[in-house]
């Protein structure tokens, strides 16, 4: 309970201007790089990451907090208006929501995705906060054996819930591994994979790896695609003409969509968030599903359900919460944002733990008022306010946006550590990452291999240590039973689902 | 949509043979690795590169035969690389004159390129260097005068 006061208490950090300044910047930002097709928010933290060097960490995890809850839910904005999602968990927002702009429901629309991200954003992040003790003791319980064991169940579920190839994703989680291990071993003096060179004995960072795989490999891939135009909104059209007070949704429409669906869709979006490397996507399609199963008027599901936008819109946002509970606790990233945020967190020399609620709560409070803030008081005020104006987005020329980006990637990987050999290696690792990417292989699992490859090493060889080399600790210790049990149960279950929707 | 089988590695992706090479060479090191304790302890150092590279090799040969036998696959083919391949060469020239020339000198001309790949504002010549100009400026201003951060200027060689 002292907890949770010790939270709240710590929102009154947000009072500060510049910490406001920080969360309003964090949120416009989050809001533009979701909206746009082709960036996410995940880029926008990415770039985020070589500032934090500069800057205290309060207002960079606030500045994270604010983009992550902005861009899962301003991928509604163009996924509505001009039926391209701006992020991927977006895409039954775009089925449901496209269809009522082209029946002149617009703003409407609009209206229920901000209304559903509020709710969803305003549970998930009391979930998260009335849930943090009890994640924490539940941290205390688990021993070195059930540690390994966690990080093996976080990589096995990134590895298999990959939409595409299983030995693709399993490819790039190991490719992950492997850079880690390049430098210094884990756990003793020796140098490893240096090929007798100074500058590998250092290891490599994680801060190029993150700016060429999701900033450079972009720029890349777009490149690439450069022939596709995007869609172009005629400015005399009336269907792209949105009032603001058709944002405001009724209320019988609101009745109708009901509040269960509000609740069921904010408790799926917040586990879901849980699972490391589900994302918003499977929140939204899962909840999505579920809503269309269980609703009274199905029929209305892929022609403009506001149904379907609330409860697709309401687990996304739910999902922030649920995404931040096994990376502070375990450092195990829930999504690619929080892996990112991760990487902020390490680069300031916080260690993800029970300890950090302990020690640090005057640096983590800030970052979950960020989130209540950012869903409760500033997706509606910014769709009011901005609203009518955000069919422009699109309108900023892509060779004007994306060498912009290459210039901030460049040079926030330069300014970080004075060093030119990690500029180098940003645009080696951009490369590499753009053709993993063309060739079907995800990039998630090859950072999250990456950053949990290193934890993964030195608890197997510590739980070894500890029994004289007998593997069986990992059968005996509980803790460690259970993960590996529910491994093999989430493997299972996702390998006949996708056998299923194969068949 | 199936992509017509290419000439170039009878079609298949480059990746798993870049893959292979990458674990050879990882397996190479991984064998000169030596534990500060001694031998005699199966656990080590050279544990996980070990079977991290035994398992790549594995998950490599998985995909090879996949895509072998999966005549349907989209093939690999070059078609589309040469805007991203521009995009990586001005990039690298950028990376190699950055500390030397400096900020201003090396973005700006980087920029153009990038506009001038990019097809940005390419029937008005003057406005794309104004809108290169502009961006190098902007970026300045952020990262010099709001973050405070000393940016290379232009150092002579010898």
Same mark, same amino acid.
Request: with cysteine; charged share 10%; hydrophobic share 55%.
């Given at each position: ?364 409070? *800030? ?86 490859? *290193? ?49 | ?17 870049? =893959? ?27 544990? =996980? ?39 990586? =060469? ?69």
């Amino acid at each position: 309970m002292q907890t949770i006061v010790d939270i709240f208490l710590g929102f009154g950090v947000l009072a500060d201007l510049k910490i406001i300044t920080f969360l309003i910047g964090g949120f416009l930002i989050g809001t533009f790089f979701g909206a746009m097709p082709g960036l996410t928010s995940v880029l926008a933290i990415a770039l985020l990451l070589p500032f934090t060097y500069s800057i205290d960490v309060v207002p960079a995890l606030v500045m994270c907090a604010s983009i992550f809850m902005a861009g899962m839910y301003s991928g509604s904005i163009t996924a509505t208006t001009i039926n391209i999602p701006g992020a991927p968990s977006s895409m039954m927002t775009a089925l449901e929501g496209n269809a009522l702009m082209k029946q002149g429901f617009g703003a409407n629309a609009l209206g229920h995705a901000a209304l559903g991200s509020i709710i969803g954003g305003v549970i998930g992040t009391l979930m998260l906060i009335f849930l943090m003790p009890i994640a924490s003791d539940l941290a205390l319980w688990v021993r070195t054996p059930g540690k390994f064991s966690l990080i093996f169940f976080a990589l096995a579920v990134i590895i298999f819930i990959d939409t595409g190839s299983t030995e693709k994703s399993l490819a790039a989680a190991l490719f992950g591994i492997m850079l880690a291990t390049i430098g210094i071993d884990v756990l003793e003096p020796v140098a490893r994979i240096n090929f007798g060179t100074e500058i590998l004995t250092q290891g490599i960072d994680l801060m190029p790896l993150i700016i060429g795989a999701f900033a450079l490999s972009e720029i890349l891939v777009q490149a690439e695609n450069w022939n596709v135009k995007a869609t172009r909104i005629d400015p005399n059209d009336p269907v792209a003409l949105i009032r603001r007070r058709d944002f405001i949704p009724k209320m019988s429409e609101i009745r109708q969509i009901g509040l269960w669906t509000y609740l069921r869709s904010a408790l799926i979006g917040y586990s879901t968030g849980v699972l490391p490397g589900a994302g918003g996507s499977m929140a939204a399609f899962v909840s999505y599903a579920e809503a269309n199963r269980r609703s009274s008027q199905p029929e209305t599901f892929g022609k403009g359900s506001r149904e379907g936008i609330a409860a697709a819109e309401t687990a996304n946002n739910a999902m922030c919460g649920g995404a931040f509970v096994p990376m502070m606790m375990f450092g195990i990233p829930g999504d690619a944002t929080t892996a990112v945020v991760l990487g902020v967190l390490i680069i300031n020399g916080l260690q993800p733990g029970p300890q950090l609620l302990d020690n640090q709560m005057d640096l983590i409070a *800030p970052m979950f008022g960020s989130l209540l803030i950012s869903a409760l008081i500033l997706i509606p005020l910014t769709l009011f306010l901005m609203g009518p104006y955000f069919i422009r987005i699109v309108r900023i020329p892509q060779g004007l946006l994306y060498s912009g980006i290459a210039v901030v990637a460049l040079v926030g990987s330069y300014v970080a550590t004075f060093s030119v050999f990690q500029m180098t290696l940003a645009v080696v690792f951009g490369v590499i990452c753009y053709l993993l990417r063309r060739e079907g292989y995800s990039i998630v699992p090859l950072l999250l291999g990456f950053i949990l490859g *290193p934890d993964l090493e030195q608890y197997f060889r510590r739980s070894l240590s500890l029994e004289d080399g007998n593997p069986i600790v990992f059968i005996t210790n509980p803790d460690s039973l259970v993960f590996l049990l529910l491994t093999a149960a989430f493997v299972f279950a996702i390998r006949r689902r996708k056998r299923s929707s194969e068949a | 949509m199936t992509q017509p089988r290419s000439k170039f590695l009878f079609g298949l992706s480059p990746v798993p043979i870049g =893959l292979a090479i990458f674990t050879t060479l990882y397996l190479w090191q991984a064998f000169y690795i030596r534990s500060s304790f001694g031998g005699g302890q199966l656990v080590g150092p050279k544990f =996980l590169p070990i079977v991290a590279a035994l398992m790549m090799y594995g998950a490599i040969a998985t995909i090879v035969i996949r895509q072998i036998r999966d005549k349907s696959d989209a093939r690999f083919n070059l078609q589309g690389m040469a805007r991203p391949a521009k995009v990586v =060469l001005v990039t690298l020239l950028y990376v190699a004159a950055f500390p030397f020339i400096g900020y201003a000198l090396s973005t700006f001309p980087y920029v153009l390129v990038l506009y001038f790949i990019f097809e940005f504002e390419a029937k008005r010549p003057i406005r794309r260097i104004g809108f290169a100009a502009l961006t190098t400026a902007v970026f300045y201003l952020l990262y010099a005068v709001i973050f405070g951060i000393r940016l290379p200027g232009f150092e002579v060689p010898f």
